[in-house]
């Protein structure tokens, strides 16, 4: 992919945990930064069996024009892994190609470590005055929680206990 022509935010599509038998969408902007039209082509689609179905909004874009890919994944896909990239040619300014990855895991349940798909929307926007609205948000991910969020990372104590044989009797064992 040559800068000059076209940049896209973000740089892959990157859909993170996706619960099993849901499926979910995922938003890429592009940009015409060349100072021609350009007209854009696939020449490699993604995986059928990974994305149901993609759609640009518009092929044909003028000097700073922005335009979208939208990917959409099967609801059928089995757990685990998944990758593929959607591969398209530059036509206008010279013949170019890039491919977007499109990346991100099947789970049967949510790790708090990494969120549904969600992550690749923005969190939502804080608050500019000095009032607390009483509302907890997940410090990784943006998103409101009901539960108050729970520190991974602190220190614990150990959960044993030593107890001097002295206060143990036989009974205690059985």
């Known amino acids: 992919m040559s800068e000059s022509v076209l940049k896209w935010n973000p740089d892959k599509a990157e859909f993170n945990q996706v619960l ?5 969408k995922f938003k890429l902007e592009l940009q015409n930064t060349d100072s021609t039209d350009i007209r854009l082509e696939v020449v ?3 995986d059928p069996q990974i994305v149901k179905k993609y759609k640009i909004k518009k092929d044909k874009l003028k000097p700073n024009q922005t335009t979208e890919i939208e990917f959409e994944l099967r609801e059928d896909l089995p757990p685990g892994v998944f990758k593929t990239t959607l591969t398209a040619q530059i036509e206008g300014s010279g013949s170019n190609r890039f491919s977007i990855p499109i990346t991100g895991t099947v789970v049967e349940k949510i790790s708090p470590e990494k969120p549904v798909a969600a992550s690749h929307k923005k969190p939502p926007a804080k608050k500019s005055s000095n009032v607390k609205s009483g509302k907890k948000f997940d410090p990784n991910t943006g998103i409101q929680v009901k539960k108050p969020v729970v520190n991974d990372r602190a220190e614990s104590k150990p959960a044993t206990q030593t107890i001097p044989l002295s206060t143990i009797d036989d009974s205690d064992l059985k």
């Open 20 to 24: 099993i038998g849901k499926g979910d």
């Open 44 to 46: 490699s689609e993604p």
